[in-house]
């Protein structure tokens, strides 16, 4: 499980092994002994000069379904190396993960990937603006206001608006798909594909 994600990060992430530890210990002196899955350092002289590392990556196995404990696991690994993403995979899940260092322990963000190896400043921040998931609650508000927008804009009644909602979901839904085929995982927004497209 562990070797079939390292070569994901290798090929389609573009992340070298020298920017890699495996089973890292990540708690330092004193603490229980806890070794991260992987440990990417931004670049190979951020590894070698000890700084923060990147990302954070737990794997578990086929037959263990991801739970909110592993999640924390990876948290807690992440927050301990300062790290501003971690990953929990296993061969049927990924999930993508925000450290947010400004809130207390257990309040994570989760988004939809994690940086490509080399991804700027801007397409970091870019990324985790754009690619962040909806809460239910915000997916439904969200909904609302442009059924209105439509309706009021547009002078269309609540069922057309409805039925222009309908396309845009099944457009974003498309897009969505074609980029998961992607055998590259690059920072490609959902507006860069539909542009190149």
């Known amino acids: 499980m562990r070797q079939e994600y390292l070569k994901i990060l290798i090929q389609e ?3 070298r092994l020298d920017q890699i530890d495996e089973e890292r ?30 990302i954070i990556v737990e794997c578990k196995s086929d037959n263990v379904a991801i739970k909110s404990k592993d999640y924390a696991q990876g948290e ?9 993403f971690f990953v929990t995979h296993n061969s049927r899940e990924t999930k993508y993960w925000r450290t947010k260092t400004d809130k207390m322990p257990g309040y994570i963000e989760e988004i ?6 080399d991804a700027s400043e801007k397409e970091i921040e870019e990324l985790l603006s754009k690619l962040r998931v909806f809460r239910e ?7 609302h206001q442009c059924h209105n927008v439509i309706r ?19 457009i974003k839904v498309w897009v969505e798909r074609e980029l998961r085929k992607k055998q590259k995982r690059k920072n490609l927004s959902a507006s860069n594909f539909l542009m190149n497209s």
Not at 32 to 51: C, E, M, S
Not at 76 to 84: D, E, I, T, V
Not at 137 to 143: P, R
Not at 152 to 170: G, S, T
């Open 137 to 143: 609650k915000e997916f439904a508000d969200l909904l």
């Open 76 to 84: 807690n690994y992440a927050r301990h190396a300062n790290a501003p």
């Open 13 to 15: 992430y573009d992340y």
């Open 152 to 170: 009021n804009r547009e002078k269309k009644d609540p069922a057309a608006a409805f039925d222009e909602i309908a396309k845009i979901l099944f």
């Open 112 to 117: 939809e990937n994690i940086p490509h190896a």
């Open 25 to 54: 210990d990540v708690t330092g002196r004193g603490g229980a002994q806890a070794r991260a899955d992987f440990v990417i350092w931004r670049t190979t002289q951020d590894k070698l000069d000890q700084k923060s590392p990147f």
